[in-house]
């Protein structure tokens, strides 16, 4: 484990397993169709490539960036639109994959940016989801994992930038991001 984590949440192995199991879900809806799958930079690029690659499937692959946190552990205000998609969604199914499900307020503007653009069907998938921190009412249609409160890193997601290539999610410990 990495010196600056405490503990692990979910190992390689568990991850893979219920990784499988969404794609596996994602094929009963979509197989024998084409979806545009989007990922939500950046924290969702490890998930979306596994989930992807798991899948059987043909999917088209699209990139787009709502930031909500900048280099802080706490969620502040609305999120932003930082990178709009590459191609058109309109009337396309298109599956969103999420890293987590914090405040919800990201989530809240994919689906309304999606919305706009007058997609035929939205579906997203969620690595992970933290009830505990919701301030907005929402949820993603297949959520792989719930967690608690603890600031969790790994598999994608970060702490000021860091950690991302961790192939398990752990907790960071508290010394780390207070000063
Ligand atoms: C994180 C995460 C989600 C969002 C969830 O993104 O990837 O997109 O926050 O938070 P919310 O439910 O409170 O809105 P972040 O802004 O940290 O950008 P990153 O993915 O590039 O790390």
Not at 74 to 100: H, M, N, T, Y
Request: aromatic share 10%; net charge neutral; charged share 30%.
């Amino acid at each position: 484990m990495h010196r600056d984590c405490e503990s692990i949440v979910l190992r390689e192995e568990e991850i893979a397993a219920r990784v499988k199991e969404a794609a596996a879900w994602l094929d009963a809806r979509f197989f024998g169709t084409v979806p545009v799958a989007v990922c939500n930079l950046k924290g969702s690029v490890v998930f979306f490539c596994d989930l992807l690659r798991a899948m059987r499937t043909d999917t088209e692959m699209d990139f787009m960036a709502v930031s909500s946190y900048g280099d802080e552990t706490v969620a502040a205000g609305r999120p932003k639109i930082k990178k709009q998609l590459f191609s058109s969604v309109e009337g396309r199914d298109v599956i969103l994959v999420e890293d987590i499900v914090d405040t919800g307020r990201t989530l809240v503007t994919l689906r309304k940016f999606f919305e706009e653009r007058r997609v035929r069907s939205l579906t997203v998938v969620a690595l992970l989801d933290k009830p505990a921190r919701r301030k907005v009412n929402v949820s993603a249609d297949f959520t792989c994992f719930t967690v608690g409160d603890a600031f969790v890193v790994g598999y994608g997601l970060d702490y000021a930038e860091k950690y991302r290539d961790l192939p398990y999610l752990a907790v960071l410990k508290r010394s780390v991001y207070e000063h």
